[in-house]
T-cell receptor
Framework: KNQVEQSPQSLIILEGKNCTLQ??????????LRWYKQDTGRGPVSLTI?????NTKSNGRYTATLDADTKQSSLHITASQLSDSASYIC?????????FGKGTRLSVIA | DGGITQSPKYLFRKEGQNVTLSCEQN?????MYWYRQDPGQGLRLIYY???????QKGDIAEGYSVSREKKESFPLTVTSAQKNPTAFYLC????????????FGPGTRLTVL
């Protein structure tokens, strides 16, 4: 069964600290993996996309990694800001409709 | 200003009433989608459309209906047959049905009283 599992479910960090969110998937065949950021009550916005051959992709303070062999991805946030408080959703594309993870809820506190 | 819009932002309805959620895009995208999001759950696909006058059921289509009479518009009707309609509804569009990026609207929060 095609699944995307994210961990942790929720995370609280102090402003300025770094954090890493995890995504494991069983989607096959694999086309690409995206990380989306979703602010409360808003639609998700794409942060990064990685295909099979890409190991890392950065977007400002966000850096995503992909290990296609172990089917794992991570999203690293550097020097967190209060505005980083949101849900981060891992989405995997294959031959089937997109498979969404349940998201990690990140709270950055002062 | 290009993008995808949804209206209204908040919607309340009484049990037994049908209600239609609007979704419009001016990105010239062929594919459009409707998702439902519940607390602690991932997005679940309700319906999608790859082209005008064509649409397909997603994972949780029961109690919902759609139409795609224009490329720009993909309204979703939540019928009285939907047993638990209270949720956050997201519309999205993409260039085509492949693995291209889906652009999401701001969402509509539907509450059934």
């Amino acid at each position: 069964k095609n699944q995307v599992e994210q961990s942790p479910q929720s995370l609280i960090i102090l402003e300025g600290k770094n954090c890493t969110l995890q995504c494991n998937y069983t989607v096959s065949p694999f086309s690409n993996l995206r990380w989306y950021k979703q602010d409360t009550g808003r639609g998700p916005v794409s942060l990064t996309i990685m295909t099979f051959s890409e190991n890392t992709k950065s977007n400002g303070r966000y850096t995503a990694t992909l290990d296609a062999d172990t089917k794992q991805s991570s999203l690293h946030i550097t020097a967190s800001q209060l505005s980083d408080s949101a849900s981060y959703i891992c989405v995997v594309s294959g031959n089937t409709p997109l498979v969404f993870g349940k998201g990690t809820r990140l709270s950055v506190i002062a | 200003d290009g993008g995808i819009t949804q209206s209204p932002k908040y919607l309340f309805r009484k049990e037994g009433q049908n209600v239609t959620l609007s979704c419009e895009q001016n990105l010239n995208h062929d594919a459009m989608y409707w998702y439902r999001q519940d607390p602690g759950q991932g997005l679940r696909l309700i319906y999608y459309s790859q082209i005008v006058n064509d649409f397909q059921k997603g994972d949780i289509a029961e109690g919902y209906s759609v139409s795609r009479e224009k490329k720009e518009s993909f309204p979703l009707t939540v019928t009285s047959a939907q047993k638990n309609p209270t949720a956050f509804y997201l519309c999205a569009s993409s260039i085509d049905r492949g693995g291209n990026e889906q652009f999401f609207g701001p969402g509509t929060r539907l509450t059934v009283l």
